[in-house]
């Protein structure tokens, strides 16, 4: 308990170390502006103008800068809001431009015209806000307050994925009014890995190990919703998706916002058509809601007017979904799982928030914001449908883990000082302190005992495993910038540490195995475990120019990353059945350097704003976490951890006696016999993370007042993926056959054919195994590319009807053809079984459509609505072949003993889909005004049309395959309201 408490103090002590050190956090990428030029009436440049930016939004309340000699004039890292910008010159009357709306990352070209007269005199102009930003280049997708309050989405991860063109999550995310709840999800566009998606809080990092389920920003506390896409500035470490979560400051007036939500089971209706019931599905294999609700509250305002202000965000929301076919065990005290159908198995997630926003205006030029969220989660019955243990396996309610996300928190500040009109100075601080615990259900004790049934493959009576995650992270920015009319040239840094502790042991340090209620098996297990990991530094060096020449701009970057992981020494206490042991220290699991451009140009084709020509190439590296390289290098990982035994229980008192056992399984229980190593080729050096580039051209021209569209290329290419080589074995030691596949008109060109490009390891050279990761430079290059365009809209129409969306299309070509231990070019292993003409795989192109609006009714009512239109899911076939199948090609028996070989897919992945997958959400709403208090009523209606989807099937090949194993969730209506005072 002592070296428990010691432990964790040490880390609360680093990461407050790290957070009170000199600040080097700047603010949040792509940061909005006003830019533009200023002329007279004759065309010739005006320098020396005075241009003062003033919105509410600024707690400043003005920002001035002076045009430079070519006229051009940049107001950098405003705060998103309306503003009014006016021009003045001394011979010249002054011009107020009104009404500009500026959005998140975005600027806005406000170009003008002085005419020679009285500085007193003032032109007042009013307009539509700019609807295309003509410098920068960034793919981003802004998603306001406004939207987020009136469309209706869940609020979580998946749906800003519903809101954004291209954006893919896995079909079985695909969510019906927060049915499925938060979910641990991996966004990706554009050819772009899911591991890459960061969630950023003003800027700064939340994300620990790339996509993890923990801390979850609250959508009440933000004024808008970033969503960086693609074409990033030096200031990206990665190139996937960074969702960033602007927070909203509060002001000089009290103002407060409450709303609430709330559906449960008699609000949702059945949607199994006759095509699913057909194939197998019926109501009692489907989820079923319980109840959903979200209620969320925010205040802000003074403090000390025109020096202190708060904004606080709370809220409550969770749901909770009965598992198809998962019950309660009615005998949990005996040996059997005896089901009690009066106590149907839930999932449930809760969740809270609780966050406080100071920001202080210290002097003229000095502001500081303080930003903290406590959270608390539960996933209070996980795995009931995924498997406590990961691995799909259905699993009795007392099998689940009662997983608690707590302490969940993320203080923050920041320091922002415009020196001089010209210098400003950036700088913070982030932290996320997040530990997640697995524990027992209620009723399981410490001496319960994991059991599998393997005749139907059900867990119960116990988890395989408890015990408690640490994954903290630390980062700091700092940066200058230098802005002058022509040019915004920023440098800075960015730095993290990463720490990573985790235990997972089962109790007793075994599980069991039961055939028909019967022993057959126990796993032993090397316990107590506890794996420490840490990434320090990672670290990023940048330097950017936004250099403006007339109508063009250049938006010039270069990066430097600098990666390392290490694994600290380690000691664990001796268990059961292992004595003590003590593992020393490993450095530079990895040791990465990396020098990364970013190139793009903006071209403001016809000199009016409205039309902009943008290409970008750009270098990113690859995704890595304490959870990656450091993990798999790490002794506690690398020592074998668990060996089976064979167990006859003769006497029925279902203990395990030695004399009852087996020998164990595997000679190196508990010995750290590393099987796979890393060579240094992987590990060290300048350029040999993983990589990709990315490039990008579009067109993006305003319509008419209000409506934009942008047409877009992408491509994206990855490159220095990594390959593991079996040293013992060579393309030799395999022997091909081939496989009659059976006549089935569910088969492409009804089946019957001969698979062949298979192989089977020679028996002499069965067990050998020395494995080593290397470049797959070594055998010849692995290739992913990704090629797509995408057609978007954006409209800011009269009345506050709102439309955007878009269409975009897309595919990703691999290619892993290198011949490598086996000739099937799938890398290493024992059993390559998978084709050979399989390792090239191109899929089809296949529109994504996403759209959203927003469209007011008379007697002050709205209606909105989402839809979104999906690839089906591709459809595969696994194969169990039998010795007696393959031994005619073969010409022997397969090697290890072996009675079934169980074949990859028996047709070309990517040339089978599922039918699309349609959802059409709507929401209704009423206002009624009550003093200054404005009050909204909402009826939503998820999947309006009823659709019934497939989303994920049977993928062994067998009677029951294609048979769905989850379809869309049918129509729900979801009730709630509005408070805005």
Known sequence: ???????????????????????????????????????????????????????????????????????????????????????????????KREGVELPANFTAPINVELQVGELQETITVSGHSPMVDTQNTSVRNVIPKAILDSVPTNKTLGAWAALTPGMVVPATAMDVGGSKGEQSLRLAIHGGHGGEQRVLVDGMNTSGGGSDFGYIPNPAS???????????????????????FIPKDGGNRYEGFLSGSFANGSMQGSNLSDEVRARGLTELSVNRVHDIWDYYGTLGGPIVKDSLWFFTAHRRWGNSTQVAGIFHNATQDGWVFTPDHDRPGYSDFLQRSESIRLTWQASTRNKIRLFFDYQNHCDCHRGLDTGSAGNGTPTAPEAAHYRKYFPNNVPQASWSFPATNRLLVEAGASARIFIWTNMPEPGVTENTISITESSNNFLYHAAPNYGEHLSTQANQRFAVSYITGSHAFKTGLFMLQEWRRQTDDPNLGVTYQFRSGRPTQLTQYVVPTKEWDRISPDLGLYAQDQWTMKRLTLNLGLRFDYLRGYVPAQHLPAGPFVPARDYAAIDCVPCWKDLSPRLSAAYDLFGSGKTAVKVSVARFVGQQSATGIPSLNNPVQTTVKSATRSWNDPNNDFIPQEGELGPLSNSNFG???????????????????????????????????????????????????????????????????????????????????????????????????????????????????????????????????????????????????????????????????????FCAVTPPFQPRVKLNGVYPLPWDMQISGLFQSNPGIPITASYVATNAQVQPSLGRALSGGASTVTITNIFQPQTMFEHRINQLDMRLTKNVKVGRARVQGQLDVYNVLNASAILGINTRYGPAWLTPTEILGARLVKVGAQLTF
């Open 1 to 95: 308990m002592l070296e428990e408490a010691m432990s964790q103090a040490g880390i609360a002590g680093a990461v407050m170390c790290v957070l009170l050190m000199p600040a080097r956090a700047s603010a949040q990428l792509g940061s909005s502006g006003i830019a533009g030029i200023v002329k007279d009436t004759t065309g010739a440049v005006l320098p020396g103008v005075t241009v003062e930016a003033s919105s509410p939004a600024l707690i400043e309340k003005v920002r001035t800068v002076v045009t430079d000699s070519e006229g051009q004039y940049k107001l950098v890292n405003l705060t998103p809001g309306r503003y009014s910008v006016t021009f003045m010159l001394t011979g010249f009357g002054a011009v």
């Open 222 to 244: 933000a004024q808008e919703v970033s969503l960086e896409l693609g074409a990033g500035t030096a200031e990206a470490m990665l190139g996937g998706v960074l969702i960033n």
């Open 671 to 837: 010995r750290n016999t590393v099987a796979t190593r890393y060579s240094p080729d992987v590990l060290l050096g300048f350029g040999n993370r993983d990589y990709n580039w990315q490039t990008g051209v579009s067109v993006q021209h305003e319509l008419f007042a209000g409506v934009a569209t942008t047409l877009s290329y992408f491509h994206t290419a990855w490159y220095n993926f990594r390959v593991t080589d079996n040293l013992l074995i060579t393309p030799a030691d395999h022997d091909p056959y081939c496989l009659t596949l059976p006549v089935d008109s569910r088969l492409p060109d009804g089946g019957g054919n001969q698979l062949c490009g298979l192989y089977n390891i020679t028996p002499t050279k069965f067990s050998s195994s020395s494995n080593l990761v290397v470049p797959d430079s070594n055998f010849g290059r692995q290739t992913e590319k990704y090629n797509g365009v995408d057609l978007t809209v954006s409209a800011r129409l009269r009345r506050g009807a709102t439309l955007g969306g878009g269409l975009s299309s897309g595919r990703t070509a691999t290619a892993n053809c290198s011949v490598i231990d086996s000739p099937s070019g799938v890398g290493s292993g024992t059993n390559p079984n998978q084709p050979l003409a």
